[in-house]
């Protein structure tokens, strides 16, 4: 079984910075694309960004330029680095991850909050 941990949420002011961090352990032979994904109250689970295993990266539109994506593939990590936050950015973060070779293939976290103050 493959677990993902998520850390790094909080409550931050407009214009902050937040670093968001998945971990994933279990039986893993290697992960393939790794995702954030958030949810905002009333509103369905859409992507913020994702990244392969080869480091290509895709961003939400209203993401880019301000958020980070990237992974360490020997920590079985990846990481969401937010800055210029903005009060549409208050969600729950969650992260994904396709792992092949598993008994279920995609898995997520548990979620984390983002509360960006005004």
């Known amino acids: 079984q493959v677990q993902l941990v998520e850390s790094g949420g909080g409550l931050a002011q407009a214009g902050g910075s937040l670093r968001l961090s998945c971990a994933a352990s279990?039986?893993?032979?290697?992960?393939?694309?790794m995702a954030w994904y958030r949810q905002a109250p009333g509103k369905q689970r859409e992507l913020v960004a994702g990244i392969t295993s080869g480091g290509s990266t895709n961003y939400q539109g209203s993401v880019k330029g301000r958020f980070t994506i990237s992974r360490d593939n020997a920590k079985n990590t990846v990481y969401l680095q937010m800055n210029s936050l903005k009060p549409e950015d208050t969600a729950v973060y969650y992260c994904?991850?396709?792992?092949?070779?598993?008994?279920?293939?995609?898995?997520w976290g548990q979620g984390t909050q983002v509360t960006v103050s005004s």
């Open positions: 279990g039986t893993i032979f290697r992960i393939n694309d």
């Open positions: 994904n991850a396709k792992v092949p070779f598993s008994k279920a293939g995609d898995y």
